[in-house]
C-alpha cells in the first residue's frame, strides 16, 4: 500500500510503516490542488489538519482505502461522504487527552491563584497580596461537558483536588469513578467549573452564546480546550463584564484558522480585542495537546491503528 503524508509528524510514524511493508511519499508543501492531480495513485493519506479533506477531494481519490488524522478531531474531513465511499477514518484521541488534562488543569490553577496577574505585578514593582488572593479547588464542582478521552483524563487528574466532578456527554452510561454522569439541567445547576472538551459539530458549534451562559445557576469560570468555534466570543465578552463568568481558560479561539496554525483575520473583531484586556483571562495558541511527549504518542496511535487494520 501507498501513503502519502501530507504533513510532518514524530519520524517514528515513517519509520515504523516503511518497516512494516508500506511505501511512503511525503508532500508538505504542494497546494490541496496539487495533492488532488496525484492523490487517484495512493490508497492512504496521513495529515493533521493542513487543508480539509472534501467531496471534491475524495472523488480524485479512487484507490483510497483511508485517511489517518494525527490528532483528536476528524472536522476537517467530510466523514459521511468518506464513508459513504468505503473509506476508514483512523484519529488519535488517546495520543494526546493526558497532555490536554494537564495543561488545563494548570489553566485552572493559574485562573484561581492569579498566577499571571501577580507575575505582571511584580515584574513592574508591585507587591500586591490582597488583590492576588487566591481560590481553592477544594469543594468546588466541576462540571465537563464531552465525556471522552480527554474529559475523562481531565476527570482523572481532578481526583487528588477533594472537589466534586459531575459530566455531561449525549451518549448514555460514562459515568465512572472519577465523575457522575447528570443531565444538562442538573450540570448547569451544579456547575462552579466548566470544563469544554466535545468535538466541533453541528450539535456544538456556537454551543456556548448567552442564552447557554444564562442558564446556569451561579457565576461559573469557563476552560476551552476543545475547538474555538464553540464559544461566541462576543458573549463570553459580555459575560465577563457582567460577572456571569468569573474566568476563562482559552487554548482555542473562535477565530482560527482550519489548520490551527494562525489566526486567520486580518483585523481583529472588537469582541477579541476586549478578550485581551481582562484580567481573569488566559490564553494559548492551541497548544493543549501539544508537548513533546503527545507528538510521540499520536503518531504511535495512528501507526498501530493502520497496522491493526491492514497488515
Known amino acids: 500500500m501507498k501513503i502519502l503524508h501530507l504533513d510532518n509528524n514524530h519520524p517514528l510514524l515513517l519509520k515504523q510503516l516503511t518497516e512494516a511493508g508500506f511505501e511512503n511519499e511525503e508532500d508538505y508543501s504542494s497546494s490541496k490542488e496539487d495533492v488532488e492531480r496525484v492523490i487517484s495513485k495512493y490508497d492512504g493519506i496521513v495529515i493533521r489538519s493542513r487543508f480539509n479533506i472534501d467531496k471534491e477531494f475524495l472523488d480524485a481519490a479512487s484507490k483510497l482505502k483511508f485517511i489517518a488524522r494525527v490528532g ?77 478521552n480527554t474529559g475523562r483524563a481531565f476527570a482523572k487528574k481532578l481526583r487528588g483536588f477533594n472537589c466534586q466532578v459531575i459530566c455531561y456527554d449525549i451518549k448514555d452510561n460514562l459515568g465512572d469513578e472519577n465523575a457522575t454522569q447528570i443531565s444538562l439541567k442538573e450540570l448547569h445547576k451544579e456547575t462552579d467549573v466548566l470544563s469544554l472538551h466535545t468535538p466541533w459539530t453541528s450539535l456544538t458549534d456556537k454551543m456556548v452564546d448567552s442564552e447557554f451562559i444564562n442558564n446556569f445557576s451561579k457565576p461559573f469560570w469557563l476552560l476551552n480546550t476543545a475547538r474555538g468555534k464553540i ?33 486567520f483575520i486580518s483585523e481583529m473583531p472588537n469582541a477579541f480585542q476586549e478578550l485581551m484586556t481582562i484580567d481573569q483571562v488566559i490564553l494559548s495558541p492551541h497548544i493543549a495537546g501539544w508537548t513533546k511527549e503527545s507528538k510521540e504518542k499520536l503518531a504511535q496511535v495512528i501507526v498501530d491503528k493502520i497496522k491493526a487494520k491492514y497488515k
Open 231 to 263: 464559544v461566541v466570543t462576543s458573549d463570553l465578552v459580555s459575560a465577563l463584564k457582567s460577572g456571569k463568568i468569573l474566568g476563562a481558560g482559552l487554548d482555542v479561539l473562535e477565530f482560527e484558522k482550519s489548520s490551527f496554525e494562525a489566526l
Open 72 to 148: 483528536a478531531g476528524l472536522e476537517s474531513i467530510d466523514i459521511q461522504y468518506a464513508e459513504s465511499k468505503g473509506i476508514t477514518l483512523f484519529s488519535a484521541p488517546e495520543g494526546n487527552s493526558n497532555a490536554v488534562a494537564e495543561h488545563v488543569l494548570g489553566m485552572l490553577l493559574s485562573l484561581f491563584n492569579k498566577l499571571l496577574k501577580a507575575d505582571r505585578e511584580i515584574r513592574n514593582g508591585e507587591w500586591n497580596r490582597e488583590e492576588n488572593r487566591g481560590l481553592e479547588l477544594d469543594g468546588k464542582t466541576v462540571g465537563i461537558i464531552g465525556y471522552g
